[in-house]
């Protein structure tokens, strides 16, 4: 069975530091790989995939298939990035039957 | 469009209580998603719908069921509700199976079983 590890539940960075929200998984095949974020009082939102390699909102995260990592990375933080952070596994391209992880709570200090 | 509708917003029932949760997917989506949000956790999947017929299902008691209607709007249903079963049900719809594209989620139904 899958799993996805967030090893951090809050992670307080000031306004301008890096970000790295860190984001472990295990599975035996060839999983997709996605970044969800919920802003306050919104809808759970796709933030990244690992299969379009895009940079979103200046977020990256590079999928390490040998550490079974997929990290998420900004080098700036800004306030308006303070949110819930969900890494999250797709088994089959295309499934749709997410596992995702317990989240980590971003918040970014003025 | 206002994108994935769920219904109702708010919900408490009793232990031994039978609840149905709706869903309405954005126009054109073919495949709906259930997942189950306990507090202080990611959402965990539950069910998967596309064109009507059940296409994945998770770790849950049959107790949980669903089905798509041909709209492909969805329902939730749940029996004999336990305190456990109080959570955020999210629903989440996608164009297509079997294409990596985006899942758009709903607001959540936010269940309270007492």
């Known amino acids: 069975a899958q799993r996805v590890t967030q090893p951090e539940k809050l992670l307080s960075v000031f306004k301008g530091a890096p970000v790295e929200l860190k984001c472990n998984y295990s599975?035996?095949?060839?999983?997709?790989l996605f970044w969800y974020v919920q802003y306050s009082r919104q809808r759970l939102q796709l933030l990244l995939r690992h299969i379009s390699r895009e940079s979103i909102k200046g977020f990256t995260a590079d999928l390490n298939k040998g550490e079974t990592s997929f990290h998420l990375k900004k080098p700036f933080a800004q306030e308006e990035d303070s949110a819930m952070y969900y890494c999250a596994l797709n088994p089959r391209a295309g499934s749709y039957q997410l596992t995702f992880g317990k989240g980590t709570k971003l918040s970014v200090i003025p | 469009d206002a994108g994935v509708t769920q219904s109702p917003t708010h919900l408490i029932k009793t232990r031994g209580q039978h609840v149905t949760l709706r869903c309405s997917p954005i126009?054109?989506?073919?495949?709906v998603s259930w997942y189950q949000q306990v507090l202080g956790q990611g959402p965990q999947f539950i069910f998967q719908y596309y064109e009507k017929e059940e296409r994945g299902r998770g770790n849950f008691p049959d107790r949980f069921s669903a089905r798509q209607f041909p709209n492909y709007s969805s329902e939730l249903n749940v029996n004999a509700l336990l305190l456990g079963d109080s959570a955020l049900y999210l629903c989440?719809?996608?164009?297509?199976?079997?294409?990596?594209?985006?899942?758009?989620f709903g607001p959540g139904t936010r269940l309270t079983v007492l």
């Open positions: 126009s054109g989506h073919k495949s």
């Open positions: 989440a719809s996608s164009f297509l199976q079997g294409v990596p594209n985006e899942q758009f």
């Open positions: 599975y035996s095949g060839s999983p997709e």
